[in-house]
Each structure stands twice: as structure tokens, then as C-alpha cells.
């Protein structure tokens, strides 16, 4: 609908253009049918996900038949609408698949994801039936797995999303339920899952993928144990390093034509796991620091020392993660360099400051000066990285980016304003501060604006 108008609006507009000598009568129609080969291609994801919603409401549907009915059906009744039901959903979706309509390939699509659901629910059903008692999460697995089986043999983006979410359902449980420190396996069939992704261009099926990273990430430090708390400060810089990495391989995509499509979805996810991890470096307690909730006599910071160290394992993926965005950094300052860009180069700077800032961390001596360094170099970054966010967005349009930077800004602050550590008259000195930062900020990208518009005015009289 919104295309629609879009298209319309051109086509009143566009005539103006040509009389002031803005567009050529032969890009004319150039313009216009760009503009509805895109619309064209937004249409399509109307059906699939209406598909995708009848699929999934018609597997609940079959889900709750067999609740509803499990003791009055006979065993051989009940095998036979399981597996049959599934069988006829891969059916329809390979006379789907095999046809060259688009509605019967969007039908299609939507019978693999019925075929997987009612997969596991086979899975899950004939285990009860015949009461067989194992490692449940395996069930899961095995769920995941038959969806991957799927998705390398007949590519159904849809399938590889729930795929994905199966995989993060088990390795939860395993983390959850089962005292997984950090359960490696599920790197493992990521990977096989994302391979196809990448490679065919799914941008869901990505988004999906680095979700689910973050989701893996996030399990594995609010569930780490309690004797090890101390250790939550190098995960956190492990997880916002990969972010980082991460958003910067997707700049990185730009320039690989087969990637390029999937460029704006990895930065922008990735981008937004980094946030949130940066996030709670706020907190003194994450850093052990004890401000504010002490006492002169109870505390002496020339005995105090961190809570725990990083230990080989943890400094060795901070290295690895600061090592390859500082690679990365460096391989785009190089590239923005030759074009002159100051904004770009200065935000490849600070991310290879946070990098660095992060890989020096662990290798600190541990005491208290060493810790209140650290905790204001780390966070100092995060605000400047802030602030060209915003800065950078501006100018370049990526709304995106800004409101990403405020939102971290603002939770940021309102974090700040609550913590028990700070009295009535730092909090009001704390939030004073920060509107001030952010008023002064607008004043000069308004003024730059005011500048860059002149500047125009100028060059076109």
C-alpha cells in the first residue's frame, strides 16, 4: 500500500523534474519502473508470511487434535496420522516446489515448515508412546536436525528460521537444565544452519542466525555460577567484541557483491548485541567495584583486589575477538582513508580503541586504581562510540543508527540514575549532564546543518 503511493507520488512529481531540467525524459520511466520492481518484490512477503501464519496455526491445530484424542486413539491409528499428515504436507510442498507460479511456491514453503513442525511432534508423540525415557533435549536436537536436513535439500527459508530456534531451544535447555557451563555443540549446528543462509542470500534466515548468537551468548552468562560471578566482566567484553566484530565484517560485506544484500541486516543485528552487552558495563558491581556501597571503615583499597580473573580460556577469545575487530577496523580505515572520509575514519578509530581497550583489560594488574581506570576507559569509549553514532547517522541518513545510539543512551543513563552507589545531588548532576551533552550535540549538528544547506544554496545560484 505504502509502495503504492510511493509510485504515485513519483509519477506526479517526476514531470516537475524533467521541466527543471533535474531528470532526463528517458529516465523518466527508468525511475518509475525501478520503483515498481521493488514494490513488486515487497507484495511478495505478504503471502509468505500469511503462509507461514496458517501453517504454523494449522501444526497447533494437529498438536491439540491428538491431545484432545490421545487416549481413545489406537497405537497403529495414531502412527498413521502422524506420519502420515507429515508425508502429505512434504507432498504438497514438493507439487508446490515444482510448479512456476509464485502462490504455489509460497504454498509450498509454508507445507516444509508444517512438514517440520509436525516432525517433531512425531518426535515427541512416539516417544510417549512408547515411553521411552532419554535426555529430552535430544528430542529437541533431532527436531533441529530434521529441519537442517531439510533446508540443505530443498532451501525453504522458513524452515531454516525454526531450525535455528530449535537449536537455541536446546542448547538452553542443556545450559538451563543440564549445567552447561558453555555448550560448544551448538556452534556446531549454527553453523550449518547459517552456511545456507549466507550463501543464499535469506536475510530472515541471517537476522534469525545472529539472534540466536546473542540469545546462546546471553543463556550462558546469567546462567553462569555463582562461584565464578566475578568472571561475568570478561564474558560481557567476549560478547560485545563479537558484536563488534561482527557489525564490522558486515560493513566489511559491502563490498562482496554476493554478500552485499545482507550487509544492512548483519550490521544492524549485530549492532544491537553489541549495545546491549556494552550495556551493563555500567554497573560497578559488574566490575566488583564497591563505590558508594561501603563505608570508610569497612573498606581499604590498598588490600582490595578484583573478585576473579579471566583465566587463559576467556583472555584467549578476547584476543581472538579484539585481534579480528582490529583487523577488520584497520582494513576499513584503509579503504575510507582513500576516499577522505574524517566521520568514517573517526568511527573506525573508536572501534579500534574499544578493541584495544577491551584486549587490555584482562592482562591489568587487578587492584583497585586498575579497576576504577578500567571501568572509566571502557565506558568513556562507549559513550564516545554514542555520540559518533548519532553524529554519523545524521549525516548520513541512517536513521537507524540514531535511534539505536539513544535508546542505548537512554537506557544508559536511566541505569545510572537508579543505581543505589549515587546521592540525590550526583544523580541530578548525573542527569544535568547528560541533557546538557545532548542538547550541546544537537546545537552543532543543527549548525552543521545550517551550514551544509547554505553551502548548497551557494553553489547552485
Same mark, same amino acid.
Given at each position: ?5 510511493? !509510485? ?75 506420519? +502420515? ?11 508446490? #516446489? ?13 507445507? /516444509? ?32 536436525? +530434521? ?39 551448538? #556452534? ?22 545472529? $539472534? ?60 544491537? +548485541? ?9 554497573? $560497578? +558491581? ?11 571503615? &569497612? ?45 568514517? =575514519?573517526?568511527? !573506525?578509530? /573508536? ?6 581497550? =577491551? ?10 586504581? &586498575? ?19 548519532? $553524529? ?18 537512554? *537506557?544508559?543513563? /536511566?541505569?545510572?540514575?537508579? =543505581? ?32 551544509? &544547506? *547554505? ?7
Amino acid at each position: 500500500m505504502w509502495d503504492r503511493a510511493f !509510485i504515485n507520488r513519483l509519477r506526479n512529481e517526476v514531470p516537475d523534474w524533467i521541466e527543471k531540467g533535474w531528470v532526463t525524459p528517458s529516465g523518466e520511466a527508468a525511475i518509475i519502473g525501478d520503483a515498481e520492481a521493488r514494490a513488486a518484490q515487497g507484495i511478495h512477503v505478504i503471502p509468505i508470511a500469511l503462509a507461514v501464519i496458517g501453517a504454523l496455526t494449522l501444526g497447533a491445530g494437529v498438536i491439540l487434535f491428538f491431545a484432545a484424542n490421545w487416549d481413545e486413539m489406537p497405537k497403529i491409528t495414531k502412527l498413521i496420522v502422524l506420519f +502420515g499428515s507429515m508425508w502429505i504436507a512434504y507432498a504438497i510442498a514438493g507439487r508446490g #516446489l515444482s510448479g512456476s507460479a509464485r502462490a504455489s511456491g509460497v504454498i509450498a514453503h509454508a507445507m /516444509l515448515l508444517l512438514g517440520v513442525i509436525l516432525f517433531g511432534a512425531n518426535i515427541h508423540l512416539i516417544a510417549q508412546i512408547y515411553h521411552i525415557d532419554a535426555h529430552y533435549p535430544n528430542g529437541v536436537l533431532m527436531w533441529s536436525l +530434521g529441519a537442517l536436513v531439510l533446508v540443505w535439500a530443498v532451501p525453504s527459508q522458513p524452515a531454516a528460521v525454526a531450525g535455528i530456534a530449535l537449536a537455541t531451544l536446546w542448547s538452553g535447555m542443556e545450559i538451563v537444565e543440564f549445567s552447561q557451563q558453555v555448550h560448544w555443540p551448538f #556452534l556446531g549446528v549454527w553453523a550449518l544452519f547459517a552456511a545456507p543462509a549466507l550463501y543464499r542470500g535469506w536475510k530472515w534466515a541471517t537476522c534469525a542466525a545472529l $539472534v540466536s548468537l546473542g540469545v546462546w551468548c546471553f543463556t550462558i552468562i546469567i546462567d553462569w555460577p555463582y562461584d565464578e560471578r566475578g568472571q561475568s566482566l570478561y564474558l560481557l567484553q567476549v560478547f560485545t567484541l563479537l558484536g563488534v566484530a561482527v557489525h564490522l565484517a558486515g560493513r566489511a560485506m559491502q563490498n562482496i557483491p554476493r554478500l552485499a544484500s545482507l550487509s544492512t541486516v548483519v550490521r544492524r543485528t549485530a549492532l544491537i +548485541g553489541a549495545l546491549f552487552a556494552a550495556h551493563f558495563f555500567i554497573y $560497578v +558491581g559488574v566490575h566488583g567495584l564497591p563505590w558508594y556501597s561501603w563505608t570508610g571503615r &569497612d573498606f581499604n583499597a590498598e588490600t582490595w583486589a578484583r573478585a576473579a580473573e579471566a583465566g587463559p580460556g576467556i583472555i584467549a577469545f578476547i584476543a581472538v575477538f579484539a585481534l579480528a575487530a582490529l583487523a577488520l577496523a584497520v582494513e576499513r580505515y584503509r579503504r575510507v582513508a582513500a576516499a577522505h572520509s574524517r566521520r568514517d =575514519m573517526a568511527g !573506525i578509530a /573508536l572501534a579500534g580503541l574499544a578493541a584495544a581497550v =577491551m584486549l587490555a583489560n584482562p592482562f591489568m594488574p587487578g587492584r583497585y586504581a &586498575d579497576a576504577v581506570l578500567m571501568y572509566v576507559a571502557i565506558n568513556g569509549t562507549f559513550f564516545a562510540v554514542l555520540v559518533w553514532m548519532v $553524529v554519523d547517522g545524521y549525516r548520513s541518513g541512517e536513521r537507524f543508527q540514531v535511534y539505536s545510539a539513544f535508546v542505548a543512551y537512554g *537506557t544508559g543513563m /536511566l541505569s545510572v540514575y537508579f =543505581m543505589d552507589f549515587f546521592t540525590l545531588m550526583e544523580r541530578s548532576l548525573v542527569v544535568m549532564g547528560g541533557g546538557a551533552v545532548l542538547i550541546a550535540g544537537v546545537y552543532l549538528l543543527e549548525r552543521q546543518r545550517r551550514q551544509t &544547506d *547554505t553551502a548548497r544554496a551557494g553553489g547552485a545560484s
